[in-house]
């Protein structure tokens, strides 16, 4: 400290530029510095003083330097900086300090380009307006650069959203020309000047803020990376009051409502597919997406406007390829992607980042380019068994420059993934599996009741009468054969081959009687069969009456051929049999029906 | 299911195949029910529909929240202010907890869907239940074939899916599964006689009376049956076993549900079935004396009994009908009185007639809820009494009862639906019987000549089906007997199963020959060929004109989720969706504990997707408060003020549909707000707002109508957006243009002036002193009406 001190003592800058930008809801500061070491030891820290109602508004704060080597520019340098607190400096200033890459020696010079972004700064006077007003905030700082160093020239310039000022701190060198307020150039200020300016200005752009937005982040190693926000937004302006009228927003919208927003942008990453915007009831119908190669613009109107102090809450989500953002390297895999939401404009009170790693993930790493509070979760989702790792950063305060990127180190086997899927199949299987046992179980208590017995009586019975009804059928089948071989005969000729298929016929009828022998004495053995016999027995007397009848057509169509009579009488013979032969065949048929229905 | 492996013979894998073929078809059928309901998710969005299904959303979030004892326990202040509900002891509590036990177990197996989903899935994956009820209900009567047809037909038939879309979560989703079940259940047990089937009976019906009032139906309905079929000689023990266990586990499982509680033996909806339980004991009791009385013994008993019991039947009866005719109602419910007497409730209960669905249905509901149904019904019918069984008169009680219910309020053609499925499917699937039995009989022997291509690939899928049906019936049959059989060998000796047998065997014979009519005494009634062929391609078509109209229901008549309007226009699809945006507007910026009034319709809407308090709402359960916000619509701005402000109101909103055109409007339910409010308020009279017998807005209006709440609130600033202020729904030019409001300021309307939310100014500072002589004035003239009005303020 005590070295801090007296470094301070022989620094001063040499000459300050200053802008500041209030065209958005964010204060943006742009301070080039340029430095001279004017004393005699070297120091590699520059101090950079806040006044306490600005540094509790500060959400970012960069410096960078750039080397001047010859002509071209270039190699700008992002200083590393950390909050310090020197001691025997004026109280109510907050203190950050900037290392310098290298020593900077007596008589050294620099250029430093200090980035800071607040938030909350602008107050909405007055602080209620109605619908028609336009709405004036007031935004207040020092003319000159607060620095603990003398500062030998500074200008400082203001820049606003509209050329519409209501007033503005006049001091000398003070201009207005257009939508900008140029002070100074001044020179020569000791340390620790302090001139207060206020300015109060009409803005009327969006003064979206975030009270809560977490935003999740979900891998699949299936090919996608699922992003869904969650915002929770306020319109943080003049608050609103009196009537809304409709009639008057629709009719006049940039007079009547000119402080409300309808709409915002969010610009998402190329590819992004399966974009969604809902709230808590439903769909949101009034959004429209378009996008190119590099970007994906997402509109989306909230489902009123929103006026000063009116909020709303709602959900996007959006998928994206994996590879856009998932790395592999050295065996891990490291997840880079943007950290803050893609809205334009937006402040964001509290967010709450969540990456949602896929099942088996280890070894967790998080790197993010600023301090956040970081902790890790469990979540179960789609058939979880021990959860999937979540890493949660939380940071309040977020603006659009916080968008970078941060990295998500972690290792996944591949074989995890085949988890779930071969999880379900298992399942299946194992009820499949128990289904076919349940079907083939006998889970009878009493193996010996009557009931039981009869049951499996019946069940031999039902076998036997399914054989039955094959042999009949086979049977037909073997008729049909013998009909068609006729048929043949009289297309082609042959009388051969029909007799051959007679014979074919005749030895296939008696295998089938033999069988049919067998079971017939089964089913009148059973007792169980009793009532299904008699039909049995019908049907089987038929159907021999039926084979006879066919065998005699059979033989008189085939003698009749061979002798080539083929008179009126072998037909009317024919017919007369062909009339028996359908009219069995119909019995057969119904008999077999009957059976089948038992 | 399985086949016998053993023994592949062909007609064992034809049953085999013949079960799995109808197995599949089922899960097709049910797939088919699912789907078709998707049109709303899809045209629209995943979205809870209408205004009762926010109500069971809601329970459904607050069960998932806290609890189920909670869930029993839940005073809600959210509604009825200042007043409040008892949730858990009035509402069917059946399809909430349905949901939630699907979510939580969807949950615990870590599928992680929302409350939100679940409930808007649960009636499609209900009405898929619901098809699969019809075909095992439809199997016992008529056999599998009719089963499948039946199946079919439920699954889309427009009337259900009007209940039972995706995101209508309302109570019939789950009730009219809950309904076909325990009818099944009913005549499985009235076939099988089995104490099994009989206990899960009771338990079905508990779950209907869990999930819908119009459980009463299902008490009155199966005690008809049992009478009928005492009256037709048809007693059984089989009909004992169905009936008796039912009355009773299913009244003490009754009156387990909170909303039904004690009502369940009180209410003279419930009396049929007592009255029947004692007949039927005391016919049992007749049949088991005449077992072991020999004739002439009975003739004498029967002879005392009746002297003796005559009388005491006589008090009995006596005493109830004095018990009955001592409450005013009669012990009966509005709505079910309503069902009795359709003139009731327009002439006694005004709340219950302004429903639009209490409202008896015109006769194109009819053909656009049922379509071919209708036709096919009467067929269904007479094919149902060719062999008039237990089961078969039951369904034929169903169909006649519902046709009735189904005439006097629309809301139950949902009930009728699923006995027209039925009948139709019987119907249907009897006529392709017959007509491809007549096919197939006849192309084996005429293959030469008649084998064409075209019946054969035109038929083919219709063959097929008729087959597995058929295969289903005969396996079906087979299962059944052995069951049958064994208990009747548990209860006679070995000999008398022989006689058992034959008669059986006997009465099956004649049985299924007859269910065959046409095809099983089939010579006389195989119709030619070619009228076979064209009458199969006639059905066809007319299925397929069915399916058509089914679709087209679905996808454009019953698909709107009434909170997310659409409208065609020339550059495309033009979304309204005002009611969300309102309600969004009112749950982010208002205070939480704020109280918002609207007419009831709303109530629902707002306490689901608001959240704010809501006087009355769509559970109307008390009509004075009802009548107390009608009035208050109807009033004079001043006099309305004060009454919403005794209620603690803070914002009022309307509903306007003039400008886009949106004709259930406020303005359109204004009637119903003055008769309600006149109902209880006689200083509001209708005829005040009626100018010729009509509600009038234009220049014709009454000034009593220019001067209410309604009209202004409606109309503020109207005139504005047009210079005319004509009016869209009405089509005619408001009668008062430029009002400014006093004692209400607008805070919000919506994009399309749908929804218009008022806030109540707060009451004017006294002023002193200063300018006394005008001030004073209009001071005195209001604390004078404010006195007037304070006489008119039901509230103080």
Not at chain 1, 12 to 32: E, G, P
Not at chain 1, 187 to 203: K, M
Not at chain 2, 370 to 379: E, G, Q, R
């Amino acid at each position: 400290m005590a070295q801090l001190l007296k470094s301070e003592l022989v620094w001063w800058r040499s000459f300050n530029l200053l802008l500041v930008d209030l065209t958005s809801q964010h204060v943006r500061l742009f301070t080039t510095l340029k430095v001279e070491n004017n004393g005699t030891d070297s120091v590699s820290e520059v101090l950079l003083p806040f006044p306490d109602h600005q540094s509790k508004n500060l959400a970012f704060l960069t410096a960078t330097t750039t080397e001047e080597k010859g002509k071209s520019k270039s190699s700008s340098q992002a200083l590393p900086i950390k909050v310090v607190n020197p001691e025997g400096m004026p109280i109510s200033l907050a203190w950050y300090s900037a290392s310098l890459p290298k020593e900077l020696g007596k008589g050294g010079q620099l250029t430093l380009e200090i980035r800071a972004v607040f938030t909350h700064a602008l107050r909405p006077f007055p602080e209620k307006i109605t619908q028609a007003d336009a709405q004036l905030v007031v935004f207040q700082d020092s003319a000159y650069y607060l620095s603990p160093y003398v500062v030998k020239a500074q200008s400082f310039t203001v820049k606003l959203p509209e050329p519409r000022v209501e007033s503005y701190t006049k001091l000398e060198n003070a201009k207005l020309s257009g939508s900008e307020i140029k002070y100074g150039p001044y020179e020569n200020i000791p340390p620790f000047s302090y001139t207060p300016i206020v300015v109060h200005f009409a803005s009327n752009g969006p003064f979206a803020v975030a009270k809560d937005l977490v935003r999740e982040i979900e891998i699949s190693h299936w090919g996608n990376v699922q992003i869904t926000e969650h915002y929770n937004l306020i319109h943080a302006g003049a608050e609103s009051i009196g009537e809304f009228s409709r009639l008057d927003y629709q009719a006049r919208p940039y007079l009547r409502g000119a402080s409300a927003f309808r709409h915002l942008i969010a610009k998402l990453p190329p590819r992004a597919h399966s974009v969604y915007y809902r709230d808590e009831i439903g769909n949101i119908s009034t959004s429209n997406l378009w996008g190119d190669s590099t970007k994906t613009l997402l509109e989306i109107e909230p489902r009123y406007p929103l006026f000063g102090g009116w909020k709303t809450s709602f959900t996007i989500g959006y998928g994206l390829p994996l590879h856009d953002f998932l790395f592999q390297s050295e065996g891990q895999r490291f997840l880079n992607i943007s950290f803050g939401s893609p809205m334009n404009e937006l402040v964001i009170d509290n967010l709450i980042v969540k990456v949602i790693l896929p099942e088996g993930s280890k070894d967790i790493t998080v790197s993010v380019p600023f301090p956040i509070k970081e902790w890790q979760e469990m979540k179960f989702s789609h058939l979880d068994m021990v959860g999937r790792p979540v890493v949660v950063l939380e940071k309040t305060n977020v603006v659009p420059e916080h968008n970078q990127y941060f990295q998500v180190k972690y290792r996944f086997n591949n074989l995890s993934l085949f988890r779930e899927p071969l999880m379900l199949i298992s399942g299946f299987f194992f009820l499949f599996v128990a289904c076919i046992i349940y079907t083939h179980a006998d889970f009878t208590i009493s193996k010996s009741s009557a009931s039981y017995v009869a049951k499996l009586q019946w069940d031999e019975v039902q076998t036997a009468i399914q054989q039955f009804q094959g042999v009949m059928s086979r049977c037909l089948a073997i008729h049909d054969k013998l009909e068609a071989s006729l048929r043949d005969l009289s297309r082609t000729g042959d009388a051969q081959a029909c007799k051959a298929a007679r014979k074919a016929a005749d030895s296939s009828l008696k295998e089938l009687s033999k069988e049919l022998k067998s079971l017939l004495g089964f089913l009148q053995s059973s007792p169980q069969a009793a009532q299904i016999l008699p039909k049995v027995d019908e049907l089987v007397v038929k159907e021999k009456e039926l084979q006879e009848k066919l065998m005699l057509k059979h033989s008189i169509v085939v003698d009749a051929f061979e002798k080539r009579s083929g008179g009126r009488d072998t037909e009317s013979r024919v017919a007369s049999i062909q009339q028996k032969i359908t009219a069995l065949r119909l019995e057969v048929d119904d008999l077999l029906e009957v059976i089948d229905e038992i | 299911m399985a086949a016998p492996e053993t023994s592949p013979t062909p007609s064992s894998l034809r049953n085999a195949f013949g079960h799995v073929f109808s197995f599949f078809i089922l899960i097709l059928i049910g797939v088919l029910a699912f789907s078709i309901r998707l049109f709303s998710v899809i045209k629209y969005e995943s979205v809870i529909h209408e205004f009762d299904p926010y109500f069971n959303y809601r329970v459904t979030q607050f069960l998932t929240k806290n609890g189920i004892y909670d869930f029993w326990n839940w005073f809600d202040d959210r509604t009825w202010y200042p007043l409040g509900r008892v949730i858990g002891g009035t509402v069917y509590p059946g399809l909430t907890l349905t949901a939630g036990t699907l979510w939580w177990l969807l949950n615990s197996l870590n599928i992680p869907l929302s409350v939100e989903t679940v409930c808007v899935f649960t009636a499609p994956i209900f009405s898929a239940f619901a098809s699969w009820a019809t075909y095992l209900l439809t199997k016992e009567v008529k056999g599998a074939g009719a089963g499948l047809t039946a199946a079919a037909l439920l699954a889309m038939v427009p009337s259900y899916i009007s209940r039972s879309v995706a995101g209508s979560y309302d109570n019939e989703a789950v009730a009219i599964f809950a309904l076909i079940f325990t009818f099944y259940l009913y005549i499985k047990t009235l076939n099988t006689g089995s104490l099994f089937y009989a206990t899960l009976n009771s338990i079905a019906y508990f779950y209907m009376v869990c999930s819908w009032g119009g459980y009463t139906f299902i008490i009155n309905l199966i005690p008809m049956h049992v009478l009928l079929c005492i009256v037709t000689g048809r007693y059984s023990s089989r009909l004992y076993i169905a009936y008796a266990p039912l009355v009773v586990l299913g009244t003490l499982l009754a009156a387990l549900v909170p909303v039904v509680g004690f009502n369940a033996v009180m209410t003279s909806e419930h009396f049929a079935s007592f009255l029947v339980f004692i007949i039927i004991h005391v016919v049992a009791l007749v049949y088991y004396i005449k077992g072991i009385l020999s004739p002439r013994m009975f003739k004498v008993a029967v002879m005392l009994v009746l002297s003796v019991g005559l009388v005491i039947c006589c008090t009995v009866v006596a005493v109830l009908i004095a018990l009955v005719a001592s409450s005013p109602t009669k012990g009966w419910s509005g709505r079910s009185l309503s069902l009795l007497d359709p003139t009731y409730a327009s002439k006694y209960i005004p709340i219950i007639a302004s429903v639009s669905e209490h409202q008896p249905p015109t006769w194109p509901s009819y053909f656009m809820d049922l379509n071919i149904l209708a036709f096919l019904v009467p067929a269904g019918i007479v094919a149902c009494f060719l062999p008039l069984s237990d089961a078969s008169s039951f369904v034929i009680l169903y169909i006649v009862t519902s046709v009735y219910f189904s005439g006097v309020m629309v809301r139950l053609m949902l009930v009728l639906a699923p006995a027209a499925c039925i009948m139709s499917g019987i119907a249907l699937s009897g006529a392709f019987d017959v007509l491809t039995r007549s096919l197939k009989f006849q192309l084996p022997g005429t293959s030469e000549i008649f084998a064409s291509d075209a019946v054969d690939t035109g038929s083919e899928s219709v063959i097929l089906n008729k087959d597995g049906a058929k295969e289903d019936k005969s396996e079906d049959s087979v299962k059944e007997r052995p069951s049958k059989k064994s208990k009747k060998k548990e209860k006679e000796k070995e000999k008398e199963k022989e006689k058992e047998k034959e008669k059986e065997k006997e009465n099956a014979g004649t049985l299924s020959s007859r269910s065959h009519a046409g095809t099983s005494s089939r010579r006389p009634l195989v119709l030619p060929v070619e009228a076979s062929v064209i009458a199969i391609f006639l059905l066809v078509l007319l299925v397929a004109f069915y399916v058509v109209h089914c679709v087209w229901a679905a996808a454009e008549a019953y698909s709107a989720p009434s909170i997310v309007l659409t409208s065609q226009s020339p550059d495309g699809l033009h979304v309204f969706d005002d009611f969300r945006e309102a309600y969004a507007w009112l749950s982010h910026n208002t205070d939480v504990d704020d109280k918002v009034a609207s007419w009831w319709d709303y109530g629902y809407q707002t306490t689901a997707m608001a959240n704010r308090t809501v006087i009355v709402d769509n559970n109307t359960w008390n009509n004075t408060h009802i009548a107390t916000v009608g009035t208050a619509m109807s009033s004079p701005e001043k006099a309305a003020w004060e009454i919403f402000n005794s209620l603690d109101v803070k914002y009022v909103l309307v509903v306007f549909g003039g400008l886009v055109g949106y004709p259930s409007d406020d303005i359109n339910k204004f009637l119903w707000m003055v008769r309600i409010g006149g109902g209880v308020f006689p200083h509001i009279k209708e005829p005040d707002y009626l100018r010729d017998g009509q509600y009038r807005i234009d220049s014709q209006a009454t000034p009593t109508m220019l001067n209410c709440l309604m009209y202004k609130l409606s109309y503020y600033r109207f005139v504005e957006t047009d210079g005319k202020g004509f009016d869209r729904v009405r089509r005619t030019e408001i009668g008062k243009k430029y009002f400014k409001l006093t004692h209400f300021e607008e805070v919000f309307t919506t994009h399309h002036w749908m929804v218009r939310i008022y806030k109540l100014k707060s009451p004017r500072n006294r002023i002193r002193g200063k300018t006394k002589k005008s001030k004073s004035k209009s001071s005195s003239t209001i604390s004078s009406k404010s006195s007037r009005t304070r006489k008119k303020n039901p509230w103080n």
